[in-house]
């Protein structure tokens, strides 16, 4: 019954706050600043996590996959499926979801805590005695910032997972950075391509909408507004991997 | 002019206001006093539409603020400031630039126009060499000069006023109920202070409202208090308390 009713204010805060912006011209203005913070902000954790995870899990793929073992011939296991481990898995899982996930920490954790500040010390209510619709005002920048920049970040991952296998390659004897490449570039499908942007974009509004409506129906003081970006990012990781498994389900069952 | 008319509201199961019937005029100090959590920062937040309440009227002039369409309502609302408790400046905006918001979304004013208004406003409520200055590196009386440039930078007609001397010192108290004062009467304003400062009463009350327990007790003016003393325990007790 909470979970209903929890979906039915977030419904009625999304209603509020796919308006028309007050004034274009402040709008865009506050759009470029959060595109910014969520964009160019991210920009090194981003390029971090991408880059160690692909090198770890090239490294750990090869590992498992050419180690001797009584299953099968690992000798003749071709190097390059490797490659299409790593690719796909790049694609469909890693860049978009691995990404959000740690994404949902920093950029979910900020705009909760910023939002439910606003609240406790009134000023949405100053907003909101001006005449200006808050929930759009303070909301609306923000989910069009996330769904323009989240994307390029799980983009610019999703190379840089294949840039970290490289440098793993380069790193070990097992495996060489052509094998690597041309095992992705065997096995890609459009589809791949079309599951991860289709995610992108649904976590990227689940990042942006869930955290501006936690901090958004923040009460009290500096203590709840701490609890609002702790609640946010663990609702944000919850939907992020109910979706992941939908999106999952919807576009790859075989 | 502002009329409420049997006001209540309800949160959950436990009322909080009764039956509250009044009129504010323009260009007296209208006080709404009470103690805390007496229900005046309830009925002045029911008044500026940040609650709604249970039953009765808000009539700003002749427009029954509560019955009003939602885009009537944020019109209307461009003609209402408000001073808030915790003053409610854009902490991430400069001085000069919070006082240029309002103007900014709602007047068709130049950049040159603007900026002379926001200097007019800050002559206004005398505070300068701050408009650089973020809401952080100022004093508590100058954020509060702040949000009162703020609420008249655009050509109010009503201005609200929740707890205006809350944490600041006597003497700067004095000067922003006087501050208020003067504007209220200088543009014709239909002010309403929310207060349980008793020196601001005396000093200001023109026209008195108190509230105790949600109810509207007594109303009158501050010549008038020493005499409903006499006969109403209620309000000898909280202006006993106050000092």
Known sequence: MNLISEIGRFVIFM?????????????????????????????LIVILIATFT?????????????????????????????GSVIGTSSLLELAPTVTCLVLAGKIGANIASEIGNMKVSEQIDAYEVMGINSASFVTLPKILAGLIMIPCLIIIANFLLLYGGVLACKATSSLTADDLIQGARLVFKPLYLKVMLTKSFIFAFLITSLSSFQGYYTTGGALEVGIAGTKAVTKICIFILFFDLIIAQLFLKS | MIKIEHIDKWFDDRQILFDINAEFKPGVANLVIGASGSGKSVLIKCMVGLLEPT?????????????????QKQNLRREIGMLFQNNALFDSLTVEENIDFPLRMFSKMSPEERKERVNFCLQRVQLTNANKKY??????????????????????????????NSGLDPLTSRVIDKLLVDITKEFNITTIINSHDMKTVLDIGEHIIFIYKGQKWWEGA??????????????????LASF
């Not at chain 1, 090198?55 to 180690?67: F, G, H, M």
């Not at chain 2, 039953?55 to 885009?71: A, P, R, T, W």
Request: net charge neutral; with cysteine.
């Open chain 2, 55 to 71: 039953s009765g009227k808000i009539l700003y002039g002749n427009q029954d603020f509560i019955s009003l369409e939602y885009q």
């Open chain 2, 222 to 239: 501050k010549d008038e208090l020493t005499e409903a003393r006499k006969s109403n325990k209620e309000l000898d007790e909280f202006f």
């Open chain 1, 15 to 43: 209603k509020f706050v796919l308006h028309r912006p007050e004034k274009a011209k402040v709008f865009w203005k506050i759009t470029f600043r959060e595109m910014y913070l969520i964009g160019i902000d991210s920009l």
């Open chain 1, 54 to 82: 692909g090198a770890v899990t090239t490294i750990q793929t090869a590992n498992q996959l050419l180690s001797p073992s009584d299953l099968y011939p690992t000798q003749l296991m071709p190097k390059f499926v490797i």
């Open chain 2, 135 to 164: 809401p952080a590196e100022i004093s508590g009386g100058m954020k509060k000069r702040v949000g009162i440039a703020r609420a008249i930078a655009l050509e109010i007609k009503y201005l609200f006023c929740d707890e205006p």
